[in-house]
């Protein structure tokens, strides 16, 4: 028969193995090249070693070729099993559809003993090889076939057996008969079922949200025994996700924005005696030069063409600094067929969020920050500040609150005039009872005793500047810093140059008007309402040509009046404040001095003006000096790495958790959970990268979500948008309608969803050991302690908003409360690598349905340690593995798994950075098994 390449026996293909002559679309097979489409399972028998009378460690290595090509290509290979001649493999053969898999399809199984695992020493014991359509065809779905070796001798066996990777049935294989009689394998159903109605299980490759966020899947294969005599079925995946550039892109835009609206209002300051006009001037510089780094860091990103994360070798690399470190998912399916049991387990994996680039000579962002509070201490950041909120912290939330006041009294101040146009006294009431609550409260506000002192400052920082106190005799006496009438400058941005305008009020004059303009509408409403509209003053045409009421026409004036009036006050509030943040450590001394020591405000503006020339070392020092620069560009840099892992995480979490009705109503009455787990030794660089850290995922604590409905399925679309500033961002995540409509009402009307982040931190290398024995763990052993409490505070939260605990019928010994106990007691007890803090508050986490994130220096080779072992602990805790095999199955991830190919991702070699004298410091359960590392790149 010649060799044509085509199946000899006709009849229609095994849906996703494909004809070799036909492309998957012609045949109406829409197949993602990561879904798999053919699982094997193997176990050897009689191996025979001519060579000693040992027993072999041997490994199946398979690869395939499909005609008519003649190349054999290297697919996979199973784990190492030592010392037996009846090895049955854990490591399962998974061909994915990008296989290109068909009936003639040539598999080759390579048996391999390795004699030193260290160096690498092996050689072949023998070899078999079978076409794919004969397991297809085999009665029993399973081939026992003769290992040959290179004399054509037999040196044992080879057990071949194929599984179906299906939800619905628990047989190893499912038959269906075709029109010529064959009985064909069937493809994962899961797979193809709408994307709302799949409930425990959602394809990184096939569901719309998460095939919109990840891509470059790598799937690994395992078959574990449990107590009661079944079979685990386990798929590992790990991804790459989109938003590794997508969220440093956005949050850039943000950052650049805010920039240059810092640079407008330094400008709209106007003239300012020399003294602050030399500080004005640093701290323009400082914006701009951040504007300029900023938008080339953007730049290069948005023209970044390649894989869809940042490499541990590119850690230092500047144009990637605001790129989280190897940022991926790493997923685990449970199956267990027989009793319907199919659950995923997401870790979001990260290198160490901290700036690289900048370097680590100095310290991190904690020890930094402690050294300037002043910086940049956002409400709540608990990073290096002091205990209270700082009176600059205080400055930006007072100016926060009243550009929300003016907002909200120009939306009412409009709601009135609708009212008016349509002349109806009911909604004129109500609109105007809201808009005098607001003003009044905008009023109230600005009589806070911080603004005062802004005010007045800035008023004693202008070149003409004169103030009038008595002297001994009663007389008033005026003193000036000028005789220039200059006005207060107002400045518009247009890209890098401005455009000045000019306006001048008094402070006193100005809150004068808005009280005056707001009692104007006030009494006009009263006298609308109280009497009905005569019916020709209705949709009269002014000479615009727009319809409207002569009660409209009438409140017009009144409406602009108070709008022009908190415009101008909010203005002025603006320019203050922003001179207030100029004044650094001055202003908190002046503003803590008790109430009876404290100066009048003409001491106060004395101060100001006499005594700049000896403060002036000290100012430049504090808010003008290039460390401020320097500072906020790492925290900037901290916090979109931070960032970039959490919305991964989110987003992944509430995908997966759409069907759970508890875990949705805890979302939105308590927060999500965010757990980070540090395997960073409190040691020299990796002691800096700690504290950048622990400010970074401080600041996430500002962060809030918001889902929205997705205006397609398209993967822009369903990308989060970032909207917001530094203080607070707010992470828009869209969903097709039919996941939208899965919402509760309370998130579907537009609610903020807050997290809370927590991290515990546990050294485990060779630098851990020196920090306990020369160095200092307090840092480790303080974050631990800070975070537990956290931990702790949302246990109680969540018990008291929740109906039903996460703790119901659970054993004693796994419950909540008691698991809690135990991390309480870790986290207090000084204990050499108390790796237990960090498996119990990981339990504990899933448990209060949360966001798993595990990272080390750089998420490749301490992370796959921790990964591994805590699918392998998941999987004996909650779907009883066999005890038995517990080393096994986790020498088996770490060998075969995907965390060694993100090695391979990261540095071009399939072996973890370890080498044996390192190992030995390592806690037993974090050592690999030999031959799979070696002294490579980190």
């Known amino acids: 028969m010649a060799k044509t390449g085509q199946d000899p026996v006709p009849g229609p293909e095994p849906p996703g193995l494909l004809n070799v002559n036909e492309p998957a679309e012609r045949l109406g097979i829409h197949l993602h090249p990561d879904e798999p489409i053919l699982e094997l399972s193997l176990a050897c028998s009689e191996l025979i070693t001519p060579r000693d009378d040992r027993r072999p460690n041997s490994f199946v290595q398979v690869s395939y070729v499909t005609p008519p090509g003649g190349f054999w290509t290297k697919h996979s290979q199973s784990e190492i099993i030592e010392a037996t001649s009846t090895p049955l493999f854990m490591t399962t053969v998974v061909f994915t559809a990008g296989s290109r898999l068909t009936v003639n399809t040539r598999v080759k199984l390579s048996v391999w003993d390795v004699k030193d695992r260290a160096t690498s020493t092996m050689y072949e014991i023998g070899s078999a090889m079978f076409p794919v359509k004969d397991i297809l065809h085999a009665n029993d779905h399973r081939l026992h076939l003769p290992l040959k070796s290179s004399e054509a001798n037999t040196v044992g066996y080879i057990t071949i057996l194929s599984w179906e990777l299906s939800d619905k049935t628990p047989m190893p294989i499912s038959r269906s008969p075709s029109p010529s009689n064959k009985r064909v394998l069937a493809v994962d159903e899961s797979l193809f079922e709408p994307v709302s109605s799949n409930a425990k299980y959602c394809s990184l490759s096939r569901d719309v949200v998460l095939k919109a966020l990840y891509e ?34 956005q949050l850039l835009k943000i950052l650049i924005d805010e920039e240059k609206q810092q640079v407008v209002e330094l400008e709209d300051l106007g003239k300012l005696t020399p003294h602050w006009e030399q500080v004005r001037k640093s701290l323009l510089d400082h914006h701009l030069h951040l504007v300029h780094e900023y938008t080339e860091a953007l730049h290069g990103l948005q023209t970044y063409r390649g894989p869809a994360f940042k490499a541990s070798c590119l850690k230092e690399d500047k144009r990637f600094e605001f790129v989280p470190l190897n940022l991926h998912l790493q997923r685990m399916r449970v199956q267990l067929l027989e009793e319907e049991i199919d659950n995923v387990y997401d870790i979001v994996t990260v290198g ?28 709540g950041s608990g990073s290096g500040s002091s205990p209270g909120q700082s009176h600059s912290a205080k400055a930006r939330d007072l100016l926060s609150s009243i550009q929300a006041l003016k907002t909200q009294i120009m939306y009412y101040s409009e709601s009135l005039m609708r009212s008016a146009k349509d002349l109806a006294p009911g909604d004129m009431r109500r609109a105007l009872d809201s808009l005098t609550d607001k003003t009044r409260q905008l009023v109230t506000v600005c009589e806070d005793r911080l603004l005062d002192y802004a005010i007045h400052s800035l008023k004693a920082a202008r070149p003409d500047y004169i103030a009038t106190t008595p002297n001994d005799e009663g007389d008033s006496v005026t003193l000036t810093t000028g005789t220039e009438d200059d006005p207060t400058a107002k400045w518009t941005w247009e890209g890098d140059s401005f455009k000045p305008r000019t306006s001048h009020s008094s402070w006193e004059d100005t809150l004068m008007n808005v009280d005056k303009s707001l009692d104007c509408i006030i009494k006009k409403v009263d006298q609308m309402t109280q009497q009905e509209p005569p019916a020709n003053l209705i949709n009269r045409t002014p000479k615009k040509g727009r319809k409207t009421s002569e009660w409209s026409e009438a409140l017009y004036p009144l409406q602009q009046t108070l709008t022009q009036c908190v415009s101008l006050l909010t203005e002025k509030v603006q320019q203050s404040l922003t001179f207030l943040l100029l004044q650094g450590t001055n202003l908190d001394c002046w503003l803590e001095t008790p109430e009876k020591k404290r100066v009048s405000v003409f001491q106060m503006d004395q101060s100001i003006t006499s005594e700049s020339d000896e403060a002036t070392s000290e100012m430049e020092t504090s808010c003008v000096s290039s460390r401020l620069q320097e500072l906020q560009n790492r925290r900037d840099i901290v916090f979109s790495q931070a960032l970039s892992a959490v919305v991964a995480g989110f987003i992944t979490k509430l995908r997966t958790s759409l069907n759970d009705e508890n875990f949705l109503r805890q979302l939105y009455l308590v927060g999500l959970l965010v757990h980070y787990e540090s395997l960073l030794s409190p040691y020299a660089d990796e002691l800096s990268m700690l504290e950048d850290m622990v400010v970074g995922i401080n600041d996430l604590r500002n962060v809030t979500f918001k889902i929205v409905p997705a205006s397609s399925t398209s993967t822009h679309d369903l990308l989060p948008v970032l909207t917001g500033t530094r203080t607070g961002i707010n992470v828009r995540i869209p969903l ?53 409490s956290r931990l702790n505070s949302y246990y109680e939260q969540y018990m008291e908003m929740m109906p039903a605990p996460a703790d119901v019928d659970q054993p004693h010994q796994t419950r909540l409360a008691g698991l809690l106990q135990f991390l309480q007691n870790n986290v207090h007890i000084r204990k050499s690598k108390n790796v237990e803090i960090l498996q119990q508050s990981a339990e504990i986490c899933r448990r209060l349905n949360g966001v798993r994130i595990t990272g080390c220096k750089s998420a490749k080779d301490r992370t796959a340690m921790s990964v591994t072992l805590e699918q392998c602990t998941v999987l004996q805790l909650e779907h009883m593995m066999a005890p038995q095999i517990f080393t096994n199955a986790l020498d088996c991830m770490r060998s075969e798994g995907c965390r060694r190919e993100n090695t391979m991702k990261n540095i071009g070699s399939r072996k973890y950075a370890f080498h044996s004298l390192q190992l030995m410091a390592f806690p037993k359960n974090y050592r690999p098994p030999e031959g799979t590392y070696g002294n490579v790149q980190t």
Do not use: C
């Open 216 to 249: 470059s899947t790598t799937t690994k294969t395992y078959r574990f025994p449990t107590t009661a005599g079944s079979t685990l079925s386990v798929q590992e995946f790990m991804a790459e996700t989109k938003l590794s550039f997508h969220i440093p892109i």
């Open 352 to 379: 160490a969020m901290a700036a690289h680039t900048v370097g680590f000579k100095q310290g991190g962002l904690k020890k930094l920050l402690s050294s300037h509070e002043d910086v940049y201490s956002p409400k």
């Open 736 to 788: 097709p309608p039919g996941l939208y409509g899965l919402l509760p009402a309370e998130i579907r009307s537009g609610m903020l969803l807050r997290i809370q982040p927590v991290l515990f931190t546990v050294g485990i290398n060779e630098k851990a050991t020196l920090a306990e024995k020369f160095g200092n763990t307090s840092l480790q052993e303080i974050v631990n302690i800070e975070n537990f």
